[in-house]
């Protein structure tokens, strides 16, 4: 279907003294976890979209679903689809009919949830007809983060014949589908709201923070990238404290099980660009070549954090699960002031598995040229510490992510991480590691990241665990094999 519609680590001589917020969850060193963490229920939330009120993290997606946790491993599922009865809206046909009339449905698409300096939270819901980039924007607030939300009216359209929101006349090529909001507040306190998904390319607005709307005489906004129908959808953008960059995350491909989803990243100094990737290239040059087929153009850009991929089970390990997942993305992601901690919160589907999908959460940490990188295994507790040599030597299922969108899966090799700094097995190179940060050269390829203690859901076992950056955006991650003598 047309779907128009971190902590910066830094050298271990110096982790006394930085101030990097995201250390301080390792102030004081933690120890490994040592319990079975009990994944005992999963969210079904498409396109979740985050937001932490208290100490219980809610996350919306697509069709009113909604869920909420207050450790991000086990999900309360608040509701599931945009039927009469539903918590968030209770009447949505009646509440929101100017958006879904216009829109040609009877559901939503991917919301946004925010509190305001009101103190009430303000749901941002968008329609699409789905086969053309016919869609409403609009607000509903609540005083509860649970509803129920009374609607505040629609303020951008798409996809009409005649002028569209900046005067001109609605160009699909050049306008975007408004769609897949994000808003969230800059660190001047400046409200603005993301937003786009195929057509025209992704957008960004100013927001008034008293009102909830955009500020007035912008039209459609300031485009990002994008354009031609290019399939780039679901931006959600973080500030890091940390590091003073605004991450812009963004979901290229196509959603379905087969279709290649994958999560990219660019970085920019100020919210509203420009977003450069690894390579320096400005994302605002990154345009489709205007069939929905063909990625070729797009394909090249922005760092690939993580698409289809399967950790193999090796010879001797104890169990003989292997999941995988399939076309992770259009995620959020949220960064905890008081742990320090990044985290990412996606859907995904799975090998085998076909469309079923469900939310998964994975830690983030940046890396010391100050990307993003994505820990290998869901989240279940863990917190980075210092690594002797002797934790991280061994072999480790590799995986490289590429740079491609494409439905194959990356299946894992073997590598082994010799003491004596070589890189062996499957692929020759050469690795160093300082407290947790890793350096690893594979086949003459420099990537950058970090070591992290982990949980494998797999094989029921906590195991060292890698993940790392090269310098055109390309990610590896590795999984210590689940040898007795290995981990």
């Not at 069709?63 to 918590?87: C, E, F, M, Y």
């Not at 990737?277 to 850009?301: F, Q, R």
């Not at 830690?363 to 010391?368: G, H, L, P, S, T």
């Not at 420099?446 to 992290?452: D, S």
Request: aromatic share 12%; with cysteine; net charge negative.
């Amino acid at each position: 279907m047309f779907r128009i519609c971190f902590l910066k680590v830094s050298a271990a001589a110096l982790f006394v003294a930085l101030s990097f917020s995201a250390l301080s969850l390792v102030g004081v060193m933690a120890a490994d976890p040592t319990h079975r963490p009990l994944f005992l229920r999963n969210a079904v939330v498409h396109d979740p979209s985050v937001v932490k009120v208290g100490g219980t993290y809610y996350i919306f997606g697509s069709h009113l679903a909604a869920a909420k946790s207050d450790d991000l491993i086990n999900w309360t599922q608040i509701s599931t689809n945009a039927r009469v009865g539903n918590p968030l809206v209770p009447n949505p046909r009646d509440e929101m009919r100017e958006a879904l009339e216009w829109a040609q449905t009877n559901t939503f698409w991917a919301p946004d949830v925010i509190q305001l300096e009101d103190g009430r939270f303000y749901f941002y819901y968008c329609a699409c007809e789905g086969s053309k980039p016919l869609s409403a924007m609009g607000v509903a607030v609540s005083d509860n983060i649970e509803g129920p939300y009374t609607d505040l009216g629609v303020f951008l359209k798409s996809g009409m014949v005649g002028i569209g929101a900046d005067g001109t006349w609605y160009n699909a090529n050049i306008h975007p589908n408004v769609i897949d909001p994000h808003v969230f507040f800059d660190k001047d306190g400046q409200l603005w709201m993301v937003y786009g998904s195929y057509s025209g390319g992704i957008f960004i607005l100013k927001m008034d923070p008293k009102t909830g709307f955009p500020l007035p005489g912008q039209g459609y906004g300031k485009r990002l990238l994008g354009g031609r129908h290019s399939r780039i959808e679901g931006p959600y953008i973080l500030y890091s404290p940390d590091s003073g960059y605004y991450y812009l995350f963004l979901s290229f491909g196509g959603l379905g099980a087969n279709d290649g989803y994958n999560i990219r990243v660019a970085r920019s100094e100020n919210p509203d660009g420009p977003y450069f990737d690894a390579k320096g290239t400005n994302m605002e040059v990154v345009v489709g070549t205007g069939s929905l087929s063909n990625d070729s153009t797009i394909a090249p850009h922005g760092v690939k954090l993580m698409g289809n991929y399967q950790f193999l089970q090796v010879d001797g390990e104890p169990r003989g699960i292997s999941r995988g997942y399939k076309s992770p993305g259009h995620n959020s992601a949220y960064y905890d002031p008081d742990t320090g901690k990044y985290f990412i919160i996606f859907h995904t589907r799975f090998v085998n598995r076909g469309e079923q999908h469900e939310v998964r959460v994975h830690q983030m940490f940046i890396n010391e040229d100050g990307w993003p990188v994505v820990a290998p295994h869901r989240y279940a507790g863990e917190t980075i510490r210092e690594y002797g040599k002797e934790e991280v030597v061994g072999a480790y299922k590799f995986i490289n992510h590429g740079r491609d969108i494409t439905g194959k899966v990356k299946e894992s090799v073997v590598i082994r991480l010799e003491a004596d700094g070589t890189v062996s097995g499957s692929l020759n190179g050469s690795w160093s590691h300082e407290g947790y940060n890793l350096t690893i050269t594979v086949e003459g390829v420099e990537y950058k990241g970090v070591f992290i203690r982990q949980w494998d859901d797999d094989q029921a076992v906590w195991l060292m665990a890698f993940t790392a950056l090269s310098a055109d955006g390309t990610a590896v991650w590795g999984s210590k094999v689940a040898w007795a003598d290995n981990i």
